[in-house]
């Protein structure tokens, strides 16, 4: 593993390199490069907008933040951000790491595909969010200059990432796509999921059981 890349530090500590096995023993190649290039994409956000933050956490927090998608850690009721969010406490808590510090983590992972609420939150749980929102659907990216891409892309290559990500994102969820309600992955459900609807709120509302 490179130390660093595109002048950020690739972690290497015993938590870090920890998360990073894990995340190698239960995920792929896809997802591995994907977390590693959200890591640097929101870091260099960070260090480009004079954020201070932890890169421990932040890295910890990307490494995670799919490994809810994943056999190992998916639930069979839970979003899978809280699937993530909750292996990550979890393995936090085993090692011993402040609870403050876990949440952080957690909310990083948890919020981090929450349109409108993750960016004004603490350093570390808004870059990991704009890390995911610029790596998957290139948010902002004009913000990094071409040179810094490529040497990040380099170090984990995209491989037809575009048409990879969604069938993945699907298949982490689609035993439980009701879990999708509310959030951007019922789009994805939409358009790939054989005979998926859209639970509409606003049906919610008008055929509650209140009689008002």
Request: proline share 4%; charged share 25%; aromatic share 10%.
């Amino acid at each position: 593993m490179l130390k660093t890349i595109a002048n950020i530090r690739i972690p290497d500590s015993k938590l870090a390199v920890g998360a990073a096995e894990l995340l190698r023993e239960h995920g792929d190649t896809l997802l591995w490069n994907h977390s590693h290039r959200v890591y640097l994409f929101g870091a260099i956000q960070g260090q480009n907008n004079g954020l201070k933050f932890d890169l421990e956490l932040l890295y910890i927090s990307a490494l995670f933040h799919d490994l809810g998608l994943t056999k190992q850690y998916s639930s069979p009721d839970k979003r899978f951000e809280v699937d993530g969010a909750n292996a990550a406490r979890s393995y936090l808590q085993q090692n011993g790491v402040p609870d403050e510090s876990i949440r952080l983590v957690w909310d990083a992972i948890a919020l981090h595909t929450t349109i409108g609420v993750a960016q004004y939150k603490e350093s570390e749980v808004a870059l990991i969010y704009s890390g995911v929102g610029y790596d998957v659907m290139g948010e902002n990216y004009d913000s990094i200059s071409e040179e810094v891409r490529e040497q990040v892309v380099i170090a984990y290559p995209r491989d037809n990432f575009k048409n990879k990500i969604l069938p993945a994102f699907l298949e982490g969820f689609k035993h439980k796509p009701e879990t999708t309600f509310g959030n951007i992955k019922a789009d994805v459900c939409e358009l790939l999921l054989p005979g998926f609807k859209k639970t509409n709120f606003c049906d919610c509302v008008l055929h509650s059981p209140w009689k008002d």
